[in-house]
Structure formats: structure tokens, C-alpha cells
């Protein structure tokens, strides 16, 4: 009967290791020199003589459109100009015209 127990639990422990072993490998759970990196793609190829080439077709390209005569500004201005009265008084008559 005592073997039947330990062989029991020797199961529940070997189940154990194989369902932690499924866990995500990071850095803590693998050995010392494991990288797992960023998930960033290579732009070139490691030389034998350990340079590195950079391949032009790898190396990422950006899509930019013209924004010539585009109205708003990509930054908001660190010295912003204070409102007017004027601007101030259409902007609150404009707001309560939209409540009603």
C-alpha cells in the first residue's frame, strides 16, 4: 500500500512539471544567456567574421501624405495666446444655440 501512495504522488508531481513547463519563457525561466529580445524584425545578417550587413529591403519604410495646405499643426504652441472677449462670448452664444 505505502508504494501505491508514492507512486501516486511521484504522477502528481511529474504532471505538475510538464503543465509549469507550458508557461511563457522569459528571461527569469530560461537559462543565463537566453534573449528573448522585442519582437522587432532584423534589418540585415550577422558576417562570419561577426559584422553585421544591413539590407536596404528590410529596413522599414514610412508612408508619409503631404500636409501642405493641411489647417491643424502637429504640436500645441508651449506659450498659448489667451482668448479674446470676443472669441470668448461667440464661442458661449454658439454653445447654448447647440442646448436648445
Do not use: W
Not at 47 to 76: A, N, Q, S
Request: proline content about 6%.
Amino acid at each position: 500500500m505505502p508504494l501505491g501512495l508514492i507512486a501516486s504522488s511521484l504522477g502528481r508531481a511529474m504532471r505538475r512539471k510538464r503543465a509549469s513547463s507550458l508557461d511563457i519563457l522569459s528571461s527569469k525561466r530560461a537559462p543565463r544567456d537566453y534573449y528573448k529580445g522585442k519582437n522587432c524584425k532584423p534589418t540585415g545578417f550577422h558576417t562570419r567574421k561577426g559584422g553585421y550587413v544591413i539590407v536596404d529591403e528590410k529596413l522599414p519604410r514610412f508612408v508619409v501624405p503631404d500636409l501642405t495646405d493641411f489647417k491643424l499643426k502637429p504640436y500645441v504652441s508651449q506659450c498659448a495666446r489667451d482668448l479674446t472677449a470676443s472669441t470668448t462670448s461667440s464661442t458661449t452664444a454658439e454653445s447654448t444655440e447647440n442646448k436648445s
